[in-house]
């Protein structure tokens, strides 16, 4: 894998300038926040040799590089599921590029859903914590001691001094934020009721198909990281309707400004 990420750090690294120290991993409710950032430069995944690709609805496959709030910033535009077919190894590629760029800090995003009781569509989620039952790990197979230790802490995965720092800006905008622990299912298929039960019985306050693979190779190699999910309906059997990618979709795009001007805050005051 490391031939795929150098080949990926010399075609974006000329982009960068003196580095890119902030990494962003956008998922849905927030594939159009790129558009903000000034100067952008593009790389589609599809111009990268041996790199994956994105798939799903409503994300646009590609790094888009440039400036917010006076900061250089590296943003994946869209990113890559387990669910699609790929080994969570290459899922953790596009976090050890960003490493490789200078990244320090990394905020990823998610669309998810309530399983605490209290949550209701639209909140957004600060993630305290992980449980990874996707069945998988992104560092499985040989490690490279290039990136981190064979055996990596995972007490602190979500920041805690800059969780803190996301709680009381996200206060100064009038932003109300929960906080809670995401579970990662495989996907593609929505938890059943059973296992939403399951989920809310071992402490998980959201479910999604994503974040973690990317949480876990950037506490790997050292990147401070913030996750972020949008609320965006009900786990199954807490409603009496079914789940639907449209009524993610629908619930993303009604909270986008919400959660733009969070990541405005996030990128300005924080990182």
Not at 145 to 172: C, I
Not at 243 to 252: C, R, S
């Amino acid at each position: 894998m490391n031939e795929v990420v150098e080949r990926a750090v010399e075609r974006l690294a000329p982009l960068c300038g003196r580095g890119c120290t902030i990494g962003l991993i956008l998922g849905s409710g927030l594939g159009d926040y790129a558009e903000k950032i000034e100067n952008k430069r593009f790389v589609n995944y599809s111009e990268l040799s041996g790199f994956p690709q994105s798939h799903v609805e409503g994300h646009k496959g590609r790094f888009v590089i440039g400036e917010l709030f006076g900061k250089t910033v590296i943003c994946m535009q869209g990113r890559f599921h387990y669910y699609e077919g790929y080994p969570q190894s290459q899922i953790a590629l596009a976090v050890r590029v960003m490493k490789r760029l200078g990244v320090e800090k990394l905020l990823l995003t998610n669309a998810a859903g309530g399983v605490n009781l209290d949550f209701s569509p639209g909140d957004l989620m600060l993630i305290s914590d992980h449980i990874n039952f996707s069945g998988s790990n992104p560092l499985i197979g040989p490690n490279d001691d290039d990136f981190g230790l064979r055996f990596p802490d995972q007490s602190n995965v979500y920041d805690k001094t800059l969780r803190e720092k996301v709680r009381e800006t996200a206060e100064s905008v009038g932003i109300s934020l929960q906080e809670g622990v995401y579970m990662m299912f495989s996907g593609p298929t929505f938890e059943s009721p059973a296992e939403i039960v399951f989920a809310r019985t071992v402490g998980a306050s959201a479910v999604g198909m994503s974040t973690v693979p990317e949480a876990i190779a950037a506490t790997h190699c050292g990147i401070q990281t913030i996750g972020i999910s949008l609320i965006t309906n009900m786990a199954a059997g807490i409603l009496d309707q079914k789940l639907t990618h449209e009524e993610v979709q629908e619930t993303a795009n009604q909270a986008a400004q919400k959660f733009s001007t969070l990541v405005d805050a996030i990128v300005k005051d924080v990182f």
